[in-house]
């Protein structure tokens, strides 16, 4: 009777507290797996990263040299560089337009009610799960091989010629292999998204006298501005990064003129020893698609349907 008395007496805020103490344990618990996870891949890889680019180091000595922001200074002076930021930045905007405007066109076509539409989605997935060393080898093939042969058995010259050999058309050849094999994965997205617009909409609309374009830009596209920046992040990071296409199609020719970014830091620290100097690189290309990707998430959210 005494303990049911001392129980019924204690205070019903160390009951509360008891209680957020537990539920804070547990939350503890459950995320401190993840948060160690991303310290051991992510933090201190980056910190470390951050650190080599500072030095000297070529990858393989046990010894280094400080040498400050000297290699950041560098990158911009470095005519290779600015080459591989220009293929990267032309790279990037050709494939982030086309590969959402077609996901965008596709995403519509088999959401609107066409047969079979089990299987298009099957077809049009399919491409995303092979890799793209697998795909830059096979397109390899196509270019090398395949059209040059039906192009001389048709007369037709432009066929004849492999698109992979000339400096001036080797970026399409990738853009190609990569809008075919990239497409998919946004194209879902759009999906999810073009399945959450409401049809009462649509319907109050056309009985309004609306067009079908005036129903997608005043209804559609506002429900699609949260699907269109996580596909414009994939697809900008995907872009700035480029790099297995490449390795595959062309190994950064004719000469330097498919060298992107991410294959010059390939080539700068594992092929030629300049281990902290690609770090630099690193680094830098890892700030631009942050920055990039901040400045077109608050830009499109402000476009959200409920922001404005």
Do not use: C
Request: glycine content about 10%; aromatic content about 14%; proline content about 3%.
């Amino acid at each position: 009777m005494e303990a049911i008395h001392r129980a019924q007496s204690r205070p019903a805020g160390s009951k509360s507290t008891g209680l957020r103490s537990k539920k804070l344990t547990v939350y503890v618990l459950f995320t401190l797996p993840a948060l160690l996870l991303y310290i051991g891949f992510f933090f201190y890889p980056t910190l470390m990263g951050f650190n080599y680019s500072l030095t000297n180091w070529d990858g393989m000595a046990r010894t280094y040299r400080y040498i400050g922001l000297d290699n950041y200074a560098a990158i911009f002076r470095d005519s290779r560089f600015l080459h591989a930021l220009q293929f990267t930045f032309k790279y990037t905007l050709i494939v982030v337009i086309v590969k959402t405007a077609i996901a965008l066109g596709l995403a519509m076509l088999l959401t609107s009610g066409i047969r079979m539409r089990g299987f298009f989605r099957s077809i049009y997935f399919f491409p995303a799960v092979l890799s793209l060393i697998t795909i830059g080898l096979i397109f390899n093939e196509i270019f090398f091989t395949i059209l040059p042969k039906l192009g001389e058995s048709l007369g037709i010259e432009v066929l004849s010629r492999n698109i992979l050999g000339n400096k001036d058309t080797a970026l399409y050849g990738i853009l190609i292999a990569n809008v075919w094999h990239g497409v998919s994965v946004p194209m879902v997205i759009f999906m999810a998204g073009l399945s959450s617009v409401p049809k009462d909409l649509h319907e109050a609309a056309t009985i309004d006298g609306a067009s079908r374009t005036q129903r997608f830009f005043s209804i559609t596209f506002p429900f699609l501005i949260p699907m269109l920046n996580v596909n414009l992040v994939l697809l900008i990071k995907g872009g700035l990064t480029v790099f297995d296409s490449i390795v595959a199609m062309t190994d950064g020719g004719p000469g330097t003129s498919t060298e992107s970014i991410g294959f010059l830091i390939y080539r700068h620290g594992l092929l030629e020893n300049k281990f902290g100097y690609a770090t630099a690189e690193s680094i830098f290309i890892f700030a631009l698609i942050g920055l990039i990707s901040f400045i077109q998430m608050k830009w499109l959210g402000k476009k959200e349907v409920g922001q404005q």
